[in-house]
T-cell receptor
Framework: GAVVSQHPSWVICKSGTSVKIECRSLDFQATTMFWYRQFPKQSLMLMATSNEGSKATYEQGVEKDKFLINHASLTLSTLTVTSAHPEDSSFYIC?????????????FGDGTRLSIL | KNEVEQSPQNLTAQEGEFITINCSYSVGISALHWLQQHPGGGIVSLFM?????KKHGRLIATINIQEKHSSLHITASHPRDSAVYIC???????????WGAGTKLIIKP
């Protein structure tokens, strides 16, 4: 069964709307979660690293004020796309490593397809 | 040049054929992942390798650390294997993944 739950799976909304995407770890605690974005026919790109209890680390070129990340608990990270515009339409996916240490596997949410009209 | 290169980009084969997808990387890694992305976008982790070879059902993954190369093999391919297969490496010392562009595999019945 899924170990990382991502919600919603599909969002269609008007330009200017803020959209929140949730990523939950099931049956394990995730001090770190990752948020990725994938444009059509392109590779996944890391947007930010979400750290429980502290500020997220954003990759170069990703607007912090545009993509708000909150990791308030050990099982939940949220990504809010603020004032979304059509160019933000993309596939967003989160992942979380289980356990500590770099040799632990990562588990992925099913992703959220965001379409901004 | 990308840090993770996959080949081929696209692969179409007949049901039953033996499939090989290759991944080369240029950075020091602590682990390499092979993942499968379904048409709807969801990603499933197939293997995580740091050395040698792993097998799960009809899937086999190998890695050669010295040559910085990994291969994913599918034996007795089936149309349900049609998906995008992605190689991703975890750079030394952290969790972050560096992604290959993916290989789109279509298996025809």
């Amino acid at each position: 069964g899924a170990v990382v739950s991502q919600h919603p799976s599909w969002v269609i909304c008007k330009s200017g709307t803020s959209v929140k995407i949730e990523c939950r770890s099931l049956d394990f605690q995730a001090t770190t979660m990752f948020w990725y974005r994938q444009f059509p026919k392109q590779s996944l790109m890391l947007m930010a690293t979400s750290n429980e209890g502290s500020k997220a680390t954003y990759e170069q070129g990703v607007e912090k004020d545009k993509f708000l990340i909150n990791h308030a608990s050990l099982t939940l990270s949220t990504l809010t796309v603020t004032s979304a515009h059509p160019e933000d339409s993309s596939f967003y996916i989160c992942s979380a490593p289980i356990g500590q240490g770099v040799y632990q596997p990562q588990h992925f949410g099913d992703g959220t397809r965001l379409s901004i009209l | 040049k990308n840090e993770v290169e996959q080949s081929p980009q696209n692969l179409t084969a007949q049901e039953g054929e033996f499939i090989t997808i290759n991944c080369s990387y240029s950075v020091g890694i602590s682990a390499l992942h092979w993942l499968q992305q379904h048409p709807g976008g969801g990603i499933v982790s197939l293997f995580m390798l740091s050395s040698g070879k792993k097998k799960h059902g009809r899937l086999i993954a190998t890695i050669n650390i010295q040559e910085k190369h990994s291969s994913l093999h599918i034996t007795a391919s089936h149309p349900r294997d049609s998906a995008v297969y992605i190689c991703a490496v975890r750079s030394e010392g952290n969790y972050q993944l560096i992604w290959g562009a993916g290989t789109k595999l279509i298996i025809k019945p």
